[in-house]
């Protein structure tokens, strides 16, 4: 079937499109109030008999502890890859609701815009892919590849039972690679990829000093002071040329590849603008990285919260008997969570006074992934994406963690693919929550390119 036959499905189609996604999108699935469940529900036998529509024949509702799973399946490509698109019918809560200029469940076009809680993430962006998939089958009654879909209704409230799940159903999730689409791309009118994700190691230390809080007048200068000592330990986590001074810390990150560099360049990304959307005075960070490495492919030691003594109004003169903070560091490729917390708490151990007792404690750790950029579904990724938008795609990474990624590659072993859709400004978890038809029905031409790529 001919590009040009895709592209005009798309276009005669263009308002029942849209007129679909507003039944998708009043429907209100707030995934974090229990009293909701219903609704969560009801979305949930939405989507599924809306599968069964465009012509999926497998299509089902699995109850889990909490929200449904919906999983649907076409294995009529005999012979052929099979992929599994990932994407989620739960939405975050609306609220504060006044600021909403129309109302979050009433979704409402303006300006080429649909705006709606979930119009973006992920209902719009999931529903392209959706729409692509029903292009093909109604185009030729059948698909190119053997797709799964796994759509969750819990990703708002941290997929609390898609793991076992995807643990359970291993076996029948088989597949060469992961599509999501529930990301930004890079800027407007610039289709994006992002292969790679940091991954997480948070800690929590605390040091111990007197056995219980001491008057600063009759003790002090005489025993340890935690807070102190706590402040020289974190002094001491980073070198001068903002270098983690943990041993063995960078061994096992992945350097960036010289392409990669040149590729995050070519970028359009300015320090200017990146100080203004942070309302920082200058930046700082590792000596010999652009900010986008910084914040892309390189890891990070940051504390994220300090307590110890006294911090109420007025003054009071003690010597406080323990001092915590809360740190977390982002990893790269290839490090392992674990053993980053392993060798953070030796080195703090090694450079802590003896005069004091110190605790170094994992809270939870996720591991980082990397998709390889010449693997064939990120290959056929780009070449959709140039095909529907009509510009070169961009390579990216993230410098947060997606953790269902993390769990496709573990539990699964196979790579993700991140095709966003959506745009910086779509407002994602605020008031006014939009998503750009142009990039719906770019969406929706991408996905189904998409799936012929991969033949
Ligand atoms: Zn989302």
Redesign the pocket.
């Known amino acids: 079937m001919s590009d040009q036959a895709i592209r005009d499905y798309v276009e005669a189609n263009r308002e029942r499109f849209v007129e679909e996604l507003k039944e998708f999108l009043r429907i209100p699935s707030v995934s974090t109030d229990p009293v909701n469940a219903g609704e969560v529900r009801r979305c949930a036998e939405w989507l599924a008999s809306h599968l069964r529509g465009i012509g999926l024949e497998t299509v089902e509702v699995h109850a889990t502890p909490g929200h449904p799973i919906v999983y649907a399946e076409y294995m009529g490509a005999v012979g052929k890859p099979t992929l599994l698109l990932y994407g ?1 019918y739960d939405v975050q809560p609306p609220d504060p609701l006044e600021l909403w200029l129309t109302p979050p469940f009433e979704p409402d076009v303006r300006d080429n815009k649909i705006f709606a809680r979930g119009a973006t ?2 209902k719009g962006q999931l529903f392209a892919h959706i729409k692509g998939i029903e292009t093909l089958l109604a185009l030729t009654g059948e698909l190119p590849v053997n797709i799964k879909l796994l759509i969750e209704g819990e ?2 409230v941290g997929s609390k039972n898609l793991d076992a799940w995807i643990e359970a159903n291993k076996e029948r999730l088989a597949s060469e690679a992961v599509i999501i689409s ?1 990301s930004p791309m890079f800027a407007p009118g610039l289709p994006s990829i992002t292969y790679g994700l940091r991954g997480l190691a948070y800690l929590e230390m605390t040091v111990r000093g007197p056995g219980h809080d001491l008057h600063s007048g009759l003790y002090g200068g005489g025993v340890p002071n935690p807070i102190n000592e706590l402040g020289r330990i974190i002094a001491k986590l980073h070198d001068e040329d903002g270098r983690i001074a943990v041993p063995g810390f960078y061994d096992a990150v992945r350097e960036l590849e010289s392409d990669e560099r040149e590729a995050f360049a070519r970028l359009p990304f300015t320090e200017e603008g990146f100080i203004a959307e942070t309302g920082v005075v200058g930046l700082t960070g590792e000596t010999g990285f652009t900010t986008l490495e910084r914040i892309w492919a390189r890891p990070t030691l940051d504390f994220n919260g300090i307590w110890g003594g006294f911090t109420g109004a007025g003054a009071k003169t003690v010597l406080p008997s323990t001092a915590s903070a809360k740190f977390s560091c982002r990893l790269v490729a290839d490090q392992n969570p674990d053993k980053i917390a392993a060798l953070v708490r030796d080195y703090v151990r090694s450079i802590a006074p003896e005069y004091v007792e110190i605790s170094v404690e994992l809270h939870h750790g996720g591991s980082p992934v990397i998709t390889e950029r010449d693997s064939r579904a990120v290959q056929a990724a780009l070449r959709a994406l140039k095909k529907s938008w009509d510009v070169d795609p961009v390579f990216v990474r993230g410098g947060g963690s997606i953790p269902v990624v993390a769990t496709f590659s573990e539990v699964l072993g196979v790579p993700t693919v991140l095709v966003g859709f959506g745009l910086d400004d779509d407002r ?1 978890h605020s008031p006014n929550e939009k998503f750009n038809l142009e990039n719906f029905y770019a969406g929706i031409t991408t996905s189904a390119f998409l799936w012929n790529e991969l033949v």
């Open positions: 989620h993430d992920d990703e708002e529930d994602l």
